[in-house]
Nanobody
């Protein structure tokens, strides 16, 4: 059974930082590209960042470019999202998702990030 478990969310002040983690189980993590996706209150899903299976290629939404960094540790089957210079617009539930071909069929339960003073 595929499992993706996010952690690391919480309440942070504007300008602060958080590091999200996504622990993967039930599949060979190093074989798959992954993404982070978020959903702000009352809004739709927004793709945040992508990383290929080796970690050599990454991509970011314009809204987070230069502030967020995606990475992975294939030995630990864990995906990360380092989030710096957080702003209120970053408040959302953050999900990790496994990419299979052109789809994302597997998602975690999400972790809440709230940016507020």
């Amino acid at each position: 059974e595929v499992q993706l478990v996010e952690s690391g969310g919480g309440l942070v002040q504007p300008g602060g930082s958080l590091r999200l983690s996504c622990a993967a189980d039930g599949f060979i993590f190093s074989n798959y590209a992954m993404s982070w996706v978020r959903q702000a209150p009352g809004k739709g899903l927004e793709w945040v960042s992508y990383i290929d299976s080796s970690g050599g290629t990454t991509g970011y939404a314009d809204s987070v470019k230069g502030r967020f960094t995606i990475s992975r540790d294939n030995a630990k089957s864990t995906l990360y999202l380092q989030m710096n210079s957080l702003v209120s617009e970053d408040t959302a539930v953050y999900y990790c998702a496994r990419k299979i071909n052109s789809a994302y069929p597997d998602w975690g339960q999400g972790t809440q990030v709230t940016v507020s003073s």
